[in-house]
């Protein structure tokens, strides 16, 4: 047995479960980091980062390193195409910056933009930011087998290489442990699991495919054609490479697929036999989609795909967990420092769960939609005429499909949009306007991401209100509201907790560098909107008050639990 208790278990060191360390560590939370694989990832199975989660990495500083690691500069590797093979002609392609509205948004909502790295890439250079926090202790080697709890801890049971066992001690354990979760099956949580759309197999090999790609350059190539559908991305824009095709798993195993064999899937793909290609790893996956049925029990929580999982359409497997560990942190530290209660922990369930069935129900969607293009067509008569003159009527279905898939790749909406409702949020009687899955539609109503908003200081350096709200509360007034800013001090002070005001506008802090921040944020001159560390409105007030102090400490308390 570990004799030194922490304060955080995470169970699983993948891009969720490093997240979280990285949003503790910052907090000087003393955490153990548990990873069974010894060895570097051999099969990364994301590499698409969304704005908000680039943004929460933006907030750490180590936004632009994840960039220079992906190495896949957005501008060249921006669309997705659809054909019968490589080397063939496209039926079309769908390029993200090629809507005006949508190039718009991506320049105006945020400061960061989509970012493409390969999770065998990400890892590690996660990994190496926690040496930045000595409270973080990382071990590797260790497979979980079960958690037990009691009202003043958690224990959960490893075993090492050898099989002897080990236990490690904590105030709260945290599964990160994936889509098989060894933390979520010892609760006795269900996760149902959604209708399957079938199979897949990805193997990630090498080979240079750049030369018979010519000026074509997309993140994802999609393949319909009679000997294999599947799609191939790119890890690095160079050499290393997935392929993704349909199996059938009730005919055919793993030990039917040596790397030869996975070679010629490949080469079917993509046109050509005149290609080396070397396999370095097979793994097997199914479409479907599962929610837990609960996201904590007890001193237990979990995060990731240990709490849902979701079809690839979109890219929301990774980024949601990040997501949940950038909503966790923060609710953690507060309640290990006896700054909030019971209740802050509780409303991450609340939160990250209600957001799990919404990006399910999406997810799921589009993976419907994709069947009309080709990536789940298990239509055999269809895709047998594909390539010959008697599959016109084919080739045009997927022609015709093409535009509806792009909600797929471009959900800004649904990335920037989500609106929380729970205890941790103060309603002010308003209704919001909700963004679309596409289109997000800016707005600070309580529960929201607080808009991005360019700014510039006193000092004259220019900033985003994404770089100001995080990682403590924060409160923003107008320069005339200012008794808004003095109240949320003594407030803070009061209940210990961290806390930064601004004034902004003329003569304010901070001066907006185009359009009226009140506008955007709904407040009247007078008014102020308090943001929690995670970057959601915590509270809004639309113009002044009596007595500001009494109105803060009454939300703090609320949304604290204590």
């Known amino acids: 047995m570990d004799d030194r208790e922490h304060e955080v278990v995470i169970v699983g060191a993948g891009p969720v479960g490093l997240a979280l360390a990285l949003e503790l560590g910052s907090r000087g939370v003393d955490v ?13 199975k994301a590499s698409g980062l969304h704005v908000r989660t680039m943004e929460i990495f933006r907030q750490h500083g180590i936004a632009e390193g994840i960039r220079t690691v992906g190495n896949l500069p957005l501008e060249t590797w921006g669309g997705f195409g ?3 093979r490589i080397n063939a002609a496209d039926f ?33 250079y996660l990994r190496e930011q926690l040496d930045n926090y000595p409270s973080v202790t990382v071990r590797y080697g260790l497979r979980a087998v079960g958690v037990v709890q009691d009202g003043h801890g958690v224990e959960v049971s490893f075993a090492e290489d050898d099989d002897s066992p080990c236990v490690i001690r904590a105030q709260y354990a945290v599964g990160a442990d994936g889509g098989r979760s060894t933390i979520r099956q010892a609760l006795g949580v269900d996760a149902p699991t959604s209708v399957s759309f079938g199979d897949q197999l990805n193997a ?43 199996y059938d798993s009730s005919k055919e195993s793993l030990d039917d697929y040596p790397p030869e064999r996975c070679a010629e899937v490949i080469r079917k793909a993509l046109g050509t036999d005149d290609v080396d290609i070397t396999v370095e ?29 979701f079809p690839p359409t979109g890219g929301f497997g990774m980024n949601s967990g990040i997501q949940d560990s950038h909503n966790l942190g923060w609710k953690l530290h507060l309640v290990l420092r006896g700054l909030a209660g019971e209740a802050l922990l509780h409303s991450y369930a609340v ?9 399910t129900a999406q997810v799921m969607h589009q993976t419907e939609l994709a069947a009309k293009v080709g990536w789940v067509m298990f239509d055999p008569a269809a895709v047998a005429k594909i390539e010959s003159p008697e599959g016109d009527q084919v080739r045009k279905s997927i022609i015709d499909g093409i535009p509806a898939q792009a909600e797929q790749f471009w959900t800004y909406g649904q990335q920037l949009g989500i609106i929380y409702d729970s205890t941790a949020v103060i309603a002010d009687g308003t209704s919001a306007e909700a963004s679309t899955i596409a289109l997000y539609h800016p707005t600070a109503h309580p529960g929201a991401r607080a808009p991005h908003l360019w700014l510039t200081g006193r000092d004259g350096v220019r900033t985003s ?80 008050v009596a007595d500001p102090v009494r109105v803060l400490g009454d939300a703090l308390a609320k949304l604290l639990g204590s």
């Open 82 to 84: 659809y054909m019968t």
């Open 281 to 309: 790893g097979l793994f097997p996956w199914t479409i479907d989609s599962a929610i837990a049925e609960r996201f904590q029990v007890g001193r237990v929580l979990l995060v990731g795909d240990a709490a849902h999982r």
């Open 351 to 359: 939160e990250r769960r209600a957001v799990a069935v919404t990006n």
């Open 32 to 44: 153990c980091l548990v990873e069974r694989r010894r060895s570097r990832l051999r099969h990364p």
């Open 204 to 246: 990630c090999f090498e080979a240079e495919l750049l030369p018979m790609m010519g000026e074509r350059r997309y993140m994802v190539w999609w393949i319909i054609n009679p000997d294999t559908v599947g799609g191939l991305l790119t890890y690095d824009g160079v050499r290393r490479w997935c392929y993704s095709w349909a």
């Open 92 to 124: 079309g392609a769908i390029d993200l910056f090629s809507d005006p509205v949508q190039a718009e948004q991506a320049r105006t909502a945020s400061p960061e933009q989509t970012t493409w790295c390969a999770q065998d890439s990400l890892e590690p």
């Open 465 to 544: 209100t994404i770089d100001l709200l995080h990682s403590r509360f924060t409160l923003l007034s107008t320069p005339a509201g200012a008794d808004w800013a003095a109240a949320a001090r003594q407030a803070a002070v009061r209940r210990g907790l961290e806390l930064a005001a601004y004034t902004v506008g003329v003569e304010g802090d901070f001066q907006e560098e185009d359009g009226d921040w009140t506008k955007l944020y709904g407040v009247g001159p007078k008014g102020a909107v308090l943001v929690r560390p995670d970057g959601h409105v915590a509270f809004r007030a639309p113009d002044s």
